[in-house]
Nanobody, 119 residues
Framework: VQLVESGGGLVQPGGSLRLSCAAS????????MSWYRQAPGKERELVAA????????NCADSVKGRFTISRDNAKNTVYLQMNSLKPEDTAVYYC?????????????WGQGTQVTVSS
């Protein structure tokens, strides 16, 4: 199981970024996917999650109305569209999934992508 994030970078306040997470090694369309973030000196927090078929999503209160999670099961990719970015959105963003195989659960994380919001 592998998750590879991309799309981070430096953006001014009010700007937008779209993060991508390419998945491989498992049946992507069978599992929910999540985005987390971790700012310096803070704990990792859940940003958004999406069900396996994409029919249901949830976002943290701090990003509701600004961030949108989506997925393309044909491309094995999950996205995080981030609009109206604020300096407090600065963090490393991680893609996550929990898969089930042979009686065990596997918690998999990507390597993370840095998002910096600054003027």
């Amino acid at each position: 199981v592998q998750l590879v994030e991309s799309g981070g970078g430096l953006v001014q306040p009010g700007g937008s970024l779209r993060l991508s997470c390419a998945a491989s090694g498992f049946t992507f369309s069978s599992y929910a996917m999540s985005w987390y973030r971790q700012a310096p000196g803070k704990e990792r927090e859940l940003v958004a999650a999406i069900t396996s078929a994409g029919g249901s999503t949830n976002c943290a209160d701090s990003v509701k109305g600004r961030f949108t999670i989506s997925r393309d099961n044909a491309k094995n990719t999950v996205y995080l569209q981030m609009n109206s970015l604020k300096p407090e959105d600065t963090a490393v963003y991680y893609c996550n999934t929990v898969t089930y195989y042979s009686g065990s659960y596997y918690d998999t994380w990507g390597q993370g992508t840095q998002v910096t919001v600054s003027s």
